[in-house]
């Protein structure tokens, strides 16, 4: 009898913890990860940008540089070139960024931020960059994509960037 209450037990148990992470899965992928807003990881996110424009308005590239999260994950697309990693990255934006003698505009209009599980974040908007290289400005109207995740100290880092031209002569249908 105590064998027979200790299998029933056992079985009991089982099923319980079972039901539990199957009701914990479905929760998982109800929609509440896509739906909840985040609101204080989405402030964080908002204040790394603001400190990505300014390490570019102060010509700072080593501080633009240490908001990547660089590694064998991190990939770029940008303007219709093959995928390339943070080595490639990080070459341009020094040669870039590091060339820029003043920052005139750096919006970023329509930005949307959304941060799924609290600790991953894809940031899209418009870029109207003018950015002046010795006597020239460089207009940028891109479509940019930004993936930011959350590292363990609580940083937000780049690990996707995606880059392509805006046409601005697209007419948007109301939705």
């Known amino acids: 009898m105590v064998i027979v209450m200790n299998g029933l ?5 089982i099923c319980i913890l079972l039901f539990g992470w199957g009701v914990t899965t479905i929760k998982a992928q109800s929609g509440d990860v896509i739906t909840n807003e985040y609101p204080e990881e989405k402030a964080e996110i908002l204040e790394t940008w ?28 940008k303007q219709g070139a093959p995928r390339n990693g943070g080595e ?8 870039v ?21 609290g600790n991953v974040a894809v940031v899209t908007f418009h870029s ?8 020239n ?8 994509s930004l993936v930011f995740v959350k590292t363990e100290d609580g940083e937000w880092k780049i690990v996707h960037e995606h880059h ?11 939705s």
């Open 9 to 13: 037990f056992k079985i009991s148990l």
């Open 50 to 77: 603001g400190e990505i424009v300014e390490s570019v308005q102060e010509g700072n590239v080593d501080k633009l540089i240490s908001f990547h999260a660089y590694g064998p994950k991190f990939t770029e697309f």
């Open 88 to 95: 490639e990255n990080e070459a341009f934006e020094r040669e």
């Open 97 to 117: 960024f590091g060339s820029v003698t003043e920052a005139v505009r750096m919006d970023a209009n329509d930005m949307k931020v959304a941060v799924y599980y």
């Open 128 to 135: 109207d960059f003018h950015l002046r290289f010795e006597e």
């Open 137 to 144: 400005v460089a207009v940028i109207n891109d479509q940019i």
């Open 164 to 174: 392509s031209p805006l046409n601005a002569n697209i007419i948007r249908m109301p």
